[in-house]
């Protein structure tokens, strides 16, 4: 953020660089199902990220002394592989990997019946692939639908989006130009049923007026995706019935 450009990110029509309109996502797919070493995974392509999550668990907690004996432990673990970025990005944990790890913990933790499961972790891996702008909020949203193919009780699907400011227009889902050089970006993770708040991060600069405005458009955005969740749920288990 915050590095001013002279490069146009609307034009004169209203139209973002890539042709969106401010409150259009960009292409998202979803596949549920993609691991066979995982008890649940799923991927994600959305824009130009691709993602793929994995699930273990619930499982004993080792070593004994990290058990909590009344719930479950979730462990995100966010990383980004070296070959994600343009510049190829030193393999582990960086800052950012380990912040986004504990922020994804407690979103996912938000919706899953940790209690029914003491003494146990529930390990969830998110491994970004390719880059391109809302990697956290793609990673919420795929690292949900493996949570839910491990069959892990959750009271609702987490979904993650984001919106923010670019030219002083307040848009849904920046890629990465809009990211690099807009104002302001707001990642969320929201509870669609409840319309509770799992996550709400602020990068750069935004009137309280323009943040209710860019919240409420995440917010109906991440209805569109919980049904695009649903359905890819939905197309894993009524393939599983044709083959039996």
Known sequence: ???????????????????RLPNQLRPIKMEVGVLKRADGSAYIEW?????????????????????DPNKAIV?????????????????GPDRRSVELSKVISEA??????????????????????????????????VASL???DAGIPMKDLI??????????????????EEDNYGEA????????????????????????EEL?????MAMEAAQEIHRMQIEALKRKYTEIEEVE
């Open 185 to 208: 970006d707001v990642p969320m993770a929201i509870i669609p049923r409840t319309k509770e708040i799992a996550l709400l991060q602020m990068d750069g600069d935004m009137s309280y």
């Open 1 to 19: 953020m915050g590095m001013k450009s002279d490069i146009k990110l609307i034009d004169d029509n209203g139209l973002r660089i890539d042709g």
């Open 212 to 216: 209710i405005t860019a919240m409420d």
């Open 108 to 141: 996912l933790e938000s919706v899953i019946f940790t209690e029914r499961f003491p003494r146990t972790t529930i390990d969830v891996f998110i491994e970004v692939l390719q880059a391109d702008a809302g990697t956290r909020v793609a990673g919420i949203t």
């Open 47 to 67: 824009g130009g990220n691709k993602i793929i999550a994995a699930v273990y668990g619930p499982r004993e907690a080792y070593p004994k002394h990290i058990q």
């Open 75 to 91: 462990r995100a673990r966010y990383n980004m592989a070296s070959f994600s970025v343009d510049e190829r990005k030193k393999p």
């Open 146 to 148: 493996a949570l839910a």
């Open 159 to 176: 979904v993650g989006c984001a919106a923010g400011k670019i030219d002083g227009v307040v848009v849904l889902d920046l890629n990465k």
